[in-house]
């Protein structure tokens, strides 16, 4: 079997000969890898090849607690050439510049109330929206009352960065007529029903709709119809029914969710161990969310046709674990659930009923 050996002996050789010719060239490698990146997404509009519709960007489907895999909540929104977003949360500006969210087109950012989770990433957004939109004018913001001081407070935290921005880069890039945000605040006509148009312009309008996120008040679910596509989204509520009949037959719902079960569990550990503050925290917030199966039931009784459910509590880093946080939410609607993950990005092309999904990270 002299053959077997020699074969055996040159293949060792051929793998030693290519495990020390990639060591001594791996730097190279890992370069033309990286040029080639920098090829494929530096300035490339990466919308360009998007049909026209409504597109929907899952910048974070997380919630206030650590995620190391969800940003804080945050929706982009491409309708046609026009760019929105909704909400702020941690996170979600760098995830939109990971996806190739067109900050150049960018015209409003709407919020659905005040609690740090959906804000607290609205600095970095601002100053994405100043920076890499090249804007001339502040960034719109539009939400419930205390919109206003939300936005001089960004503003006032980073007037000094703005500055060094200024004198780094120079007025055609840093241009002070750009930076931060300009508030408007929504008030919508009393009563758990109370919705008003925010935005119409031809064949895009966009609805602020009163959610129920008691003791917050109010706070604001949002409905966007572009030409026969629609969507709603609930931001933070418990199963309420005027957010449903507002999504009546829309294409796609977006709805926070929070599964009680393992909130309970989390409550409960931390209780056996003396963290009575934790404990209290988690006891709280099970009454100001829905859950899965409600969001489910939500969609249903809409007559939504596919269900993303988003701001998911507690943190599922692992996606086996979103079986169970789903649970039997699927017995109470018919169409697809999916739970959403940040880089998703979900397009509804005009003129046709379809619904895709892709993940761009
Ligand atoms: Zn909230
Ligand atoms: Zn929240």
Known sequence: MVWVRRITITIVIVAALAFAGFNLFKQQFAMAAFNRTVERNAGVDRTADLPDGLHVYVCGSGSPMSDPTRAGPCIG????????????????????????????????????????????????????????????????????VGTIEVVDGFNAAYRIDSTFRLAHHGIEVADPAGFGGTATEVELPPGPAGERVVF???????????????????????????????????????????????????DIMFHEALNREMVTAISDKLGERGLANGQ????DILDYHASPAEAARAAREAGARHLVLYHLVPPLPVPLI??????DARSHFDGPITVGR?????????GSDRITKRATF
């Open 280 to 283: 209290k925290i988690f006891t």
């Open 200 to 250: 119409q312009d031809g064949e895009l309008t966009i609805t602020a709709v009163r959610v129920d996120h008691s003791p917050i008040e109010p706070a604001l679910g949002y409905h966007i119809d572009y030409k026969d596509r629609s969507m709603s989204l609930s931001g933070d509520t418990v199963f309420h029914p005027p957010f449903i009949a507002a999504s009546t037959n829309v």
């Open 322 to 327: 979103e079986t169970a946080f789903v649970r």
């Open 77 to 144: 929104i491409l309708a046609g050439t026009r760019a929105y977003i909704i909400d702020a949360g941690a996170g979600g500006a760098r995830n939109l510049g990971t996806m190739g969210f067109p900050w150049g087109r960018l015209e409003a950012v709407y919020l659905t109330h005040m609690h740090s989770d959906h804000i607290d990433g609205l600095g970095e957004l601002l100053l994405q929206s100043w920076i890499a939109g090249a804007r001339k004018t502040p960034t719109a913001i539009i939400g419930p």
């Open 342 to 350: 940040d880089g998703m990005l979900f397009s509804l092309p005009a």
